[in-house]
């Protein structure tokens, strides 16, 4: 008798133990395998609506760019072109040159400065040592050089008589600086 009331009290113990272990390890279990689901679910729901979103602003972005596309075009034809820095500078020195010559002016000697760096840019510069031969060359010269584009800009400039007697004709030395992205 003490055998079976042992064995009335062990097997509902048994069966409500493995009720337990089968709620605990079954049940709960799926149910937080459920619950990631659904969560990884509406996070993949939510990047999903991010990408329509994106996909939808596309011909937006694709006509901003192109409108700033154009914008870099404009802006970068306002500098020096060149590959390198000293064919840029080469580049601004013959500007110079053909300007100075082109209103009757003679060079006398020429030099290309270091660049300076600028952010992206770097700032060329051209010394240019000229006898030009009235004050209009030289007004027009400088009128050429500061109202073209590219845009070049006269830094420093040293004007003298070359004959006090007859002062026709000016010794001119010029500074003329330019932005180029050359690398």
Do not use: C, H, W
């Not at 133990?17 to 089968?22: D, E, P, S, T, Y």
């Not at 700032?123 to 240019?128: D, F, L």
């Amino acid at each position: 008798m003490g055998r079976s009331r042992l064995l009335k009290i062990a097997v509902p113990l048994i069966i409500l133990l493995l009720a337990g272990i089968a709620y605990q390890y079954g049940y709960v279990q799926i149910r937080g395998q459920l619950a990631a689901i659904k969560e990884t679910e509406e996070v993949k729901a939510k990047t999903l609506a991010k990408y329509i979103a994106l996909i939808s602003e596309k011909p937006e972005l694709e006509k901003k760019l192109a409108a700033l596309k154009e914008i870099r075009k404009s802006d970068s034809s306002k500098l020096i072109e060149g590959q390198t820095f000293s064919l840029a500078a080469a580049s601004l020195q013959d500007m110079v040159k053909n300007i100075v010559t082109g209103r009757g002016g003679t060079i006398s000697s020429e030099r290309v400065g270091k660049p300076d760096d600028l952010g992206k840019f770097k700032i060329i510069n051209v010394s240019i040592d000229a006898v030009l031969p009235d004050p209009k060359a030289l007004s027009d010269v400088l009128y050429s050089i500061e109202s073209r584009t590219p845009y070049l800009v006269v830094k420093e400039i040293d004007i003298r008589n070359k004959n006090f007697k007859e002062p026709k004709e000016l010794v001119v030395k010029l500074d003329v600086e330019a932005l180029t992205t050359g690398k």
